[in-house]
């Protein structure tokens, strides 16, 4: 016998350890973003949610406009206006039960509001009398985070405690298109999908990360694509359709309950504004591609649907201007009060119990607060 | 319960029926991190945890410190005590960002409405023939920023108590673990009654009359050992043991430093931007009048850890610690 007769015939096989895992194909996001206005799936949709929607959009619509213009007034020190992607900001927040969770980033103050959040206290931060300006646990709205894409694994650290607990809550997180590439957006999917964390990730790929275009972040097929890495499903959709997003996000939101496990949804959308008022937007973008994105308007999708079928009329969206104006007129005068202020706060909240070192502190500046004012009553004699 | 520690006890054992204590006492705390569950841990401080309390309470997290950190902060947002490990100091940074900027602050940020009582334990400093990135010691950066506390036990029964009153703090606590001290034993008793240590006091583990040597986890025995070869030139050293670098205990420091007059800081940590030179201007701000001598530093020098062969030059020894202390200009006290 030879050596080869004695080892007997070679029979290729797979590594001992390999094991076939999950088949990708279902995880796969649509060829093209799915869409509901002004198509045959529009038929089906719950006319009440559409009125919904439209109402929210308009009132969306209304306060970024109202919040640029209090950065005008100096009211606000810096916006980053969601104007052109109410749509998913709306649906974020209304897709939600009460016992869900909403993980904000810092665009999203629209969608904090639209969930409840008191919009004076959704803009705290942005007017800058202190960081978070409500309480996460009234409305369950997360702080807004600044700092890109470190967010979502709080979403999916709170989604497995709930379920931990026996929970059925649901933690639905908002990143950009810029904030995909951060590693925090990685490993916060990557947890979500190992632990099969009730949790479902918007990205609002709204075409920029301040002036870097997508080309330039990613070499994905699509950010929707990114979720099969994972081993979760990936959606896209479009940003714009008001209720294609409600019906993507309702459809994850139900398969993170049901214990399915995460969903990536990408919604395509487009920043209409700046980056935020601070930002000149013409150094990195042409007009033509804005005016584009102007026919594909949320609130107008919406209005042309609800009308074209004769389930709003001019009464009916004269009402939900006016209401729009009226939350704005509002928020105007609110915003128009200065903040109450304490530098005391300063010290209050670091640590359960101030440490001696900043009780020290604290003494300080009190002392230079009570020369400061025995000086202006100096002044005033 | 499962048996109770072997006698005598070593520091990591301590620390692993700290939390096993916490785990039994409170279901709201959960283990979390690299290789803790089934292996028990790189240096096995949770041995026997996964297997107690089940799996959901003594996780292996899929290998990202900042997605460990992260979801941590998450669990803390929806009423979890987790208590994170991180295998290694170096391996703690890419945890940095989740730490400073949530950890830290959320309490801050939300006026005290959210707050992340989150135990981080950090295996940390040198001396055990680490190739890089295995020995570093990273407390100036978590000193640095504030909201987070600093704890770092040196003995066998404060790693107990400080690390019960850490999972129970309502606020982070970076608690550092000196790696070379894991193996230490000393008279605690596991089947004692135990006690929870508060954070933010130091003590005085040595008292002297001649020279107080301020002092914090690995290099407390150090001290301690200098202290006693010190005898034979005559000099009577104190050594306070810090036990916690946030909150800072200026009383017990100064109360030592203006009975002896005269202080030096020892750690491992990099002496320049290094706990030292903070501790140093506290001390002479406070006791100005009380010195004999400036507030000298024992640090390690201003390098990247050092390999292992050549680790014992950088570490604060007994014979460096002695020759700071003679330096504190003795002869014009006569
Ligand atoms: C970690 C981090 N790096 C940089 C920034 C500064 N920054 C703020 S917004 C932004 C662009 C983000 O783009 P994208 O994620 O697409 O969100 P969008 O602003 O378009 O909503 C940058 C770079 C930040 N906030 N956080
Ligand atoms: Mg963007």
């Known amino acids: ?381 | 319960m499962t048996t109770v520690a072997l006698k005598p006890a070593t520091m990591a054992q301590a620390l692993t029926r700290a939390m096993r204590d916490a785990m039994a006492a409170d279901p709201a705390v959960h283990v979390m991190g690299e290789d803790v569950g089934t292996l028990g841990g790189v240096f096995r401080v949770t041995d026997g945890l996964a297997k107690e309390f089940g799996e959901d309470r003594c996780t292996d997290t899929p290998l990202a410190e900042a997605g460990i950190l992260g979801a941590a902060v998450g669990m803390a947002m929806y009423g979890l005590r987790p208590v994170v490990e991180m295998q290694f100091d170096a391996f703690a940074y890419p945890a940095f960002e989740q730490l400073v900027s949530h950890v830290a602050k959320t309490r801050n940020r939300t006026r005290g409405k959210m707050s992340l009582p989150i135990t981080i334990r950090v295996p940390y400093g040198g001396g055990i023939g680490g190739v890089e990135h295995h020995s570093d010691s990273s407390e100036a950066y978590y000193m640095a920023t504030p909201g987070l506390h600093v704890v770092t036990p040196a003995t066998v029964a404060d790693a107990y108590g400080l690390l019960r009153a850490a999972i129970a703090s309502d606020d982070p606590v970076v608690f550092l673990e000196p790696k070379r001290l894991y193996w230490s034993k000393d008279s605690w008793n596991p089947e004692e009654p135990q006690t929870v240590e508060p954070i933010g006091r130091a003590v005085v583990r040595r008292t002297g009359r001649s020279a107080t040597l301020i002092t914090y986890g690995p290099s407390v025995p150090v001290c301690l050992e200098a202290a006693e070869a010190a005898r034979a030139e005559g000099w009577d050293l104190e050594v306070v043991d810090l036990r916690s670098l946030v909150p800072f205990d200026d009383e017990t420091v100064c109360a030592s430093v203006r009975r002896t007059g005269r202080a030096v800081v020892v750690h491992e940590s990099g002496g320049y931007g290094g706990p030292g030179g903070e501790i140093a201007a506290r001390v002479t701000e406070r006791c100005f009048h009380h010195l004999e001598a400036p507030v000298l530093r024992v640090a390690g020098f201003d390098i990247p850890y050092p390999p292992p062969m050549l680790e014992r030059h950088h570490l604060p020894g007994v014979d460096r610690i002695l020759d700071a202390v003679a330096r504190l200009q003795w002869e014009a006290e006569s």
């Open chain 1, 1 to 381: 016998m030879t050596v080869m007769e004695q080892r007997g015939a070679y029979r290729p096989s797979p590594p001992p350890a390999w094991q076939p895992r999950t088949d990708p194909a279902p995880l796969l996001p649509d060829a093209e973003p799915y869409r509901v206005l002004g198509t045959e799936a529009a038929a089906k949709a719950d006319p009440e949610l559409l009125r919904r929607l439209y109402a929210h959009v308009v009132r969306g619509r209304r306060y970024n406009a109202q919040a640029t213009a209090l950065t005008k007034q100096g009211r606000l020190a810096v916006y980053p206006s969601s104007t052109g992607q109410e749509a998913c900001e709306v649906a974020a927040a209304l897709v939600l039960q009460e016992r869900d969770w909403l993980f904000p980033s810092y665009r999203d103050t629209l969608a904090a509001v639209a969930r409840g959040v008191d919009p004076v206290e959704a803009l705290t931060l942005l007017r800058g009398d202190w960081h978070t300006g409500y309480d996460p646990y009234e409305h369950r709205v997360a702080p807004l985070s600044t700092p890109l894409a470190t967010q979502l694994p709080h979403a999916v650290g709170l989604a497995h405690a709930a379920r931990l607990k026996g929970d059925d809550v649901v933690a639905l997180a908002m990143v950009g298109d810029g904030g995909t590439s951060e590693g925090d957006f990685h490993e916060a999917l990557n947890f979500a999908a190992v632990w099969q964390a009730p949790v479902v990730f918007l990205v609002q790929n709204n075409g920029f990360a301040i002036s870097v275009p997508l080309a330039k972040q990613t070499a994905a097929p699509s950010l929707a694509h990114k979720a099969v890495g994972y081993g979760m499903p990936g959606r896209l959709v479009d940003g714009n359709d008001a209720a294609a997003v409600h019906e993507v996000l309702a459809d994850a939101v139900r398969h993170a309950r049901a214990g399915g496990g995460p969903t990536l949804v990408e919604a395509v959308t487009y920043r209409i504004d700046a980056h935020t008022n601070a930002d000149d937007a013409t150094r990195y973008r042409g007009d033509a591609e804005v005016e584009a994105w102007r026919d594909h308007d949320p609130v107008q999708l919406l209005e042309r649907e609800l009308t074209g079928r004769g389930l709003l009329d001019e009464a009916g969206v004269a009402a939900a201007r006016e209401d729009a104006e009226a939350m704005a007129a509002r928020l105007r005068e609110r915003m128009n009060q200065d903040p109450q202020l304490d530098p005391a706060d300063l010290f209050a909240h670091v640590y359960a119990e101030p440490t001696p070192q900043l009780r020290e502190q604290r003494a300080l500046l009190e002392a230079e607060l009570a020369a400061e004012n025995e000086s202006r009553e100096g002044t005033a004699r």
